[in-house]
């Protein structure tokens, strides 16, 4: 079983950026396709960004596709959030997610089977 820790959230003005970890125990990632969810207050559950095993294929939401990049070391069982030229709607708690082997619908949350416990992003005006 793997265990996913988010980090790097916090306090951040508009317009600036943040990037965010998550590091996986227990197993190789590496097999794992991985993806952010963010969900703010009073919302549900949204995607931000998928990225496959291998690295090579990335899937974004429309809200924040050209402003973040996802990336993955496996070496280190890390994936990354960069996130730039941040809003105030971007406010909410992301959480990293992993399921072994490929996903036919990264945006779906339902498919994967390990979750971090979140790490808060405020974007102030």
């Known amino acids: 079983q793997v265990q996913l820790v988010e980090s790097g959230g916090g306090l951040v003005q508009a317009g600036g950026s943040l990037t965010l970890a998550c590091v996986a125990s227990?197993?190789?990632?590496?097999?794992?396709?991985m993806g952010w969810f963010r969900q703010a207050p009073g919302k549900g559950r949204e995607f931000v960004a998928s990225i496959s095993w291998t690295g090579h294929s990335t899937f974004y939401g429309d809200s924040v596709k050209g402003r973040f990049t996802t990336s993955r070391d496996n070496a280190k069982s890390t994936v990354y959030l960069q996130m730039n030229s941040l809003k105030p709607e971007d406010t909410a708690v992301y959480y990293c997610?992993?399921?072994?082997?490929?996903?036919?619908?990264?945006?779906?949350?339902?498919?994967?089977?390990?979750w971090g416990q979140g790490t808060q992003v405020t974007v102030s005006s």
């Open positions: 997610a992993g399921k072994a082997g490929g996903l036919a619908n990264p945006d779906d949350p339902k498919p994967y089977d390990a």
């Open positions: 227990g197993r190789t990632i590496i097999d794992y396709a």
